[in-house]
């Protein structure tokens, strides 16, 4: 190919075009379609018009099969699908304040308690059957003379930072509760010895046997020791941990939010674990609403800043509007009692004592609060012990005045007097709704013995008033209307052993020598017939001896919108911390999925 010769490739070919003979190609194609046109619609009406009839049938027998099919769809779904609770999305709870550290050991209100259930571990927590059962650790073991108790703690399970927990981790713990420095709110510690066994493996060596020590463990929350242990017990409290901790609960902690400094209004933001060892709650995030009074957590209801609220009373309960929320009155561990303080001039005599009992109608007391309340009239649960146990104390005031009469109190007019003084009690209780309408209802029922009875209502969040120094520690009152924690083991030392009349929890100021031998014996035993034995003689002697007589078994009021799944209906509660024993599968809202088979 010559070098000036254009390629063939690159030529450009010459088009023509043509007006008139594109006008006669179109004229073409119109003539032919009009022509079919004609022969294969126009004349074939007539045809159609024959068969329309055919034709509608089977349209309308084809819209019946969709219809029927699309019909049987809507009313089978519900055998291959069911309601789930969703996943995700933010649950809101009320909680009473105030909250002035985050740091579990320290905590005093419910809103630190409940802050120290979500973001810490334990040992040992309870089931739904209000049983004992494991948390960090995986196995326990007693030895033979029942003074160690050796736990292994689980191997999974980790610190929100990614560090594993270990059983230095325990003993740091237990370490800092034993020192005076460190003003822990836990107490009871200083006679228990914490030993690292190995990494995994923690023991601890008790002084004596203490049957219900593992019951201990479930309020031991576990402290990081890689992070504070260079921080001094006296400086805990205020070391920046208390404000941003690290835990290996369930949830960890994203914001403290603070709204309102001035009325302690707060919101502690929480966001799920994905380490949690136990797995992935289903809740994205939980919000803990701080208010500083019950009125305050009564209008975020009503305002619906919460969906969920569990420090109010039965009475404030009562108000709550159920067509937006349900209530539920869950029973707790704990009894609420009238301590007579035996010590005092008229309560010294047991006829007296004994009287109060006869007289009291607890059944009243009960039913003014509220239908759901369990009856209570022994110092534990009744359902703690099992066998031959005491009857409940009948309500006779024929018995009442009697007794009365026999002690050397005679009526005189509405008053009885003995050596021209009036038989007087001095009633106390803390200020709380439920505990100032049966204080109502108790001074009512005595009176109409002739009893002249004072009444006084102290606030424990007032720091004026000192109830503890000026009131519970130099038993200033006759009667006290007050709310007594049990727990999941009927080991009541504390409150009834002579040992702690005067300065300790036994407010009664109550003595018995077989009282005492009874409940040594019991929580010295780990066999659990002897120790039923033992509650059951202890039962019976305070009954005898009326050092307080049982109004009712305390409840939970969990108020929550009806979208909550929550709390389960056979979820046995030891105390209100309890119920979030299985947040994990807590949910807010529903979704439809297909049913497996």
């Known amino acids: 190919m010559a070098k000036n010769e254009p390629s063939k490739w690159r030529r450009i070919p010459k088009m023509s075009f043509s007006s008139k003979d594109l006008s006669r190609r179109m004229k073409r194609v119109e003539g032919a379609s009009i022509k079919h046109a004609r022969r294969f619609i126009f004349k074939r009406l007539d045809n159609f018009r024959e068969v329309r009839r055919r034709i509608a049938l089977w349209v309308l027998a084809i819209g019946i099969i969709i219809g029927a099919t699309g019909l049987q769809y809507l009313w089978y779904q519900n055998n291959y699908r069911t309601t789930a609770n969703a996943t995700g999305g933010t649950y809101a709870e009320a909680v009473l304040g105030p909250v002035d550290t985050l740091n579990p050991i320290f905590a005093k209100s419910s809103a630190e308690e409940t802050v120290g259930e979500l973001l810490f571990s334990r040992l040992v927590t309870y089931d739904k059957s209000g049983r004992l059962n494991y948390d960090l650790a995986d196995s326990m073991n007693v030895s033979p003379d029942g003074k160690t108790y050796s736990f292994t703690i689980r191997p999974d399970a980790r610190w929100d930072d990614g560090s594993y927990v270990r059983a230095r981790d325990v003993v740091f713990t237990v370490n800092v509760l034993k020192d005076p420095a460190s003003r822990s709110t836990i107490t009871g510690w200083d006679n228990v010895i914490a030993k690292e066994i190995d990494s995994r493996t923690v023991a601890f060596e008790l002084p004596a046997v203490y049957a219900a020590f593992p019951h201990a463990l479930r309020f031991l929350p576990i402290l990081p020791e890689h992070i504070l242990r260079d921080v001094e017990p006296a400086a805990l409290r205020e070391d920046a941990f208390s404000s941003k901790p690290t835990g290996s609960g369930p949830f960890t902690l994203r914001l403290l939010q603070e709204v309102d400094a001035a009325n302690g209004r707060e919101i502690i933001h929480l966001a799920k674990s994905d380490s949690y060892f136990k797995g992935t709650p289903k809740l994205d995030r939980v919000q803990l609403h701080v208010y500083q009074n019950i009125d305050a957590i009564k209008r975020a209801l009503n305002t619906s800043e919460?969906?969920?609220?569990?420090?109010?009373?039965?009475?404030?309960?009562?108000?709550?509007?159920?067509?937006?929320?349900?209530?539920?009155?869950?029973?707790?561990?704990?009894?609420?009692?009238?301590?007579?303080?035996?010590?005092?001039?008229?309560?010294?005599?047991?006829?007296?004592?004994?009287?109060?009992?006869?007289?009291?109608?607890?059944?009243?007391?009960?039913?003014?609060?509220?239908?759901?309340?369990?009856?209570?009239?022994?110092?534990?649960?009744?359902?703690?012990?099992?066998?031959?146990?005491?009857?409940?104390?009948?309500?006779?005031?024929?018995?009442?005045?009697?007794?009365?009469?026999?002690?050397?109190?005679?009526?005189?007019?509405?008053?009885?007097?003995?050596?021209?003084?009036?038989?007087?009690?001095?009633?106390?209780?803390?200020?709380?709704?439920?505990?100032?309408?049966?204080?109502?209802?108790?001074?009512?029922?005595?009176?109409?013995?002739?009893?002249?009875?004072?009444?006084?209502?102290?606030?424990?969040?007032?720091?004026?008033?000192?109830?503890?120094?000026?009131?519970?520690?130099?038993?200033?009152?006759?009667?006290?209307?007050?709310?007594?924690?049990?727990?999941?083991?009927?080991?009541?030392?504390?409150?009834?052993?002579?040992?702690?009349?005067?300065?300790?929890?036994?407010?009664?100021?109550?003595?018995?020598?077989?009282?005492?031998?009874?409940?040594?014996?019991?929580?010295?035993?780990?066999?659990?017939?002897?120790r039923n034995a033992k509650y059951t003689t202890f039962a019976n002697q305070w009954l005898a001896d009326a050092p307080a007589i049982g109004l009712y078994q305390a409840t939970m009021q969990y108020v929550h919108t009806k979208s909550i799944h929550a709390v389960s209906d056979d979820f046995m509660l030891v105390s209100s911390a309890d119920r979030y024993g299985d947040i994990r599968f807590w949910s807010v809202g529903d979704r439809m999925v297909f049913a497996t088979p």
């Open 306 to 530: 919460v969906n969920a609220a569990t420090d109010l009373t039965v009475t404030d309960s009562n108000a709550i509007n159920t067509e937006r929320y349900a209530v539920e009155h869950r029973p707790v561990n704990s009894g609420v009692y009238a301590l007579m303080n035996t010590t005092s001039p008229v309560l010294q005599d047991k006829k007296v004592r004994q009287a109060l009992q006869a007289g009291t109608d607890t059944k009243d007391v009960r039913s003014t609060l509220s239908k759901d309340l369990p009856q209570l009239y022994l110092p534990f649960i009744d359902n703690q012990i099992s066998g031959n146990i005491p009857v409940a104390p009948v309500y006779d005031v024929v018995r009442a005045n009697q007794l009365l009469d026999e002690a050397g109190w005679v009526k005189e007019g509405t008053v009885r007097m003995k050596g021209g003084q009036p038989l007087t009690l001095s009633v106390v209780t803390t200020k709380n709704n439920d505990f100032e309408t049966a204080l109502e209802i108790l001074a009512k029922q005595w009176r109409t013995l002739g009893v002249t009875v004072t009444t006084n209502i102290v606030d424990p969040s007032d720091q004026s008033q000192n109830v503890v120094q000026k009131v519970l520690q130099p038993r200033q009152y006759d009667v006290l209307l007050y709310q007594l924690t049990i727990g999941g083991d009927p080991d009541v030392y504390a409150y009834w052993h002579s040992s702690q009349a005067a300065s300790g929890l036994n407010f009664s100021n109550y003595t018995n020598p077989i009282s005492d031998d009874a409940l040594v014996s019991a929580r010295s035993r780990v066999e659990a017939d002897l």
